[in-house]
């Protein structure tokens, strides 16, 4: 099964593929070290214990529940968990296992950053979303009522154990969603990955086994060698953001309850890929082929009601902007991105407003 090496200066780890890994993962623990707090949702938990509660046979473990929730992805949640975690014994030997979809990477993820000024966290992702991105490269956060992801620290895990098995339980629309972040990654590295998913779409939609783990690998891969070159998202890094800084504006526009994160990527990808053609970075044909192929694992909800203009003007407000200018990720080619700051603001509404539709 295929493991991938992320190579920070804040630690080196494996982001491990396998069949089965949750069983084994006491393997992937250090041998020292205190208690261990598992955080957590119920509907997770309620799946997938057994086989966690195999993995932890004879050591010395809590479970901390999470409600999920993008709005409980607050600064508030986090305070009640490390509340928790000193009541039920948390000291500076413990260590975090964030078990549960990206929301819980993020939330147990920036608990193990902060708590005693930091313990260690092995990540255990359980959506594909968080498979094949959230987990790996040590973005931790929450969000502010402003926006998403706007607190929160780089805190690398010591693994990430991927078992391609959890997706059996995940609800057909949250895997639909984490395909699109899947379609991301063929458009900004991977014309494979793109052309396997316009060919295979029915054996991935399927969730066939042996195209699954390929179409993880393959994310995974990419994943761990941007992070590798660009831990801190000072340059290359940024790439992974291709569609988000629309994508974060829609969810916030829209409450954090319409969309899922994925779902909201790619309109933002749709969006991008009329900025892109628009300011002549991307060829019509290329154009037609990525909206193809968002369409292809589509449709998103229904956009009624959200307007150009706000969508625009919230895209200012997003991290990913530096000194009021956005830098806005935009594909040339298929599997090639170009980071373009400072397109003029007429422009981005009217792209907005075509992929609005
Ligand atoms: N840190 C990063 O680099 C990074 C990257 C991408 C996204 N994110 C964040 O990830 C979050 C979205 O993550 P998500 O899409 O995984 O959503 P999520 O965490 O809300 O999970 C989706 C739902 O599926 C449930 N679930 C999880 N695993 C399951 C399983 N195996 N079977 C059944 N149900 C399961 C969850 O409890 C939840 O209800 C966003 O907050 C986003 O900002 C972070």
New binding site residues.
């Given amino acids: 099964m295929p493991s991938y090496l992320v190579d920070t200066a804040q630690r080196k780890y494996r982001a491990i593929i396998e069949r089965g890994i949750l069983a084994r993962t006491g393997e992937h623990l250090p041998a020292a070290g205190g208690k261990v707090f598992v955080i957590t949702?119920r509907?997770?938990w309620q799946?997938?214990s057994s086989r966690l509660a195999a993995g932890l046979a004879g050591r010395s473990h809590e479970i901390l529940f999470f409600p999920?929730?993008?709005e409980n992805?607050r600064l508030a949640c986090l305070e009640a968990l490390a509340e928790e975690m000193v009541q039920r014994g948390g000291d500076r030997s413990s260590l975090v296992i964030a078990f549960?979809?990206?929301?819980?990477?993020?939330v147990a993820g920036f608990l193990a950053a902060i708590f005693m000024r930091g313990v260690p966290v092995l990540q255990i992702p359980?959506?594909l979303?968080?498979q094949v991105?959230?987990a790996i490269?040590g973005?931790?956060g929450v969000n502010l009522a402003c926006g998403?992801?706007l607190v929160g620290a780089f805190h690398q895990p010591v693994a990430v154990l991927i078992d391609p098995e959890?997706?059996a339980?995940?609800?057909e629309r949250?895997y639909r969603?984490?395909l699109f972040e899947v379609v991301k990654c063929g458009i900004i590295r991977s014309p494979s990955l793109f052309s396997m998913l316009a060919e295979k779409r029915a054996a991935v939609l399927a969730r066939e086994p042996e195209i699954v783990e390929r179409v993880i690998s393959e994310c995974v891969r990419i994943k761990a060698e941007v992070v590798s070159a660009d831990e801190r998202e000072s340059s290359i890094r940024v790439i992974l953001n291709l569609g988000h800084t629309v994508g974060h504006a829609l969810e916030a526009e829209t409450g954090y309850s319409r969309f899922?994160?994925?779902e909201a990527v790619s309109f933002g990808m749709r969006a991008v890929t009329y900025l892109a053609e628009r300011t002549g970075h991307l060829s019509a044909e290329d154009s037609v082929e990525i909206l193809n192929l968002l369409d292809l694992y589509g449709p998103i909800p229904p956009l009624d009601g959200v307007s150009a203009g706000t969508l625009a003007a919230r895209t200012v407000m997003d991290k990913k902007t530096l000194k009021g200018q956005v830098r806005w990720v935009l594909p040339v080619r298929i599997g090639e991105v170009q980071v373009v700051p400072g397109i003029d603001d007429a422009v981005v509404r009217s792209a907005i407003e075509e992929a609005l539709g």
């Fill in positions: 949702t509907d997770v799946f997938h999920g929730g993008e992805k549960g979809g990206g929301i819980v990477d993020d359980t959506t979303l968080a991105d959230a490269g973005k931790t998403k992801n959890v997706l339980t995940l609800p949250e969603a984490g899922l994160h994925g």
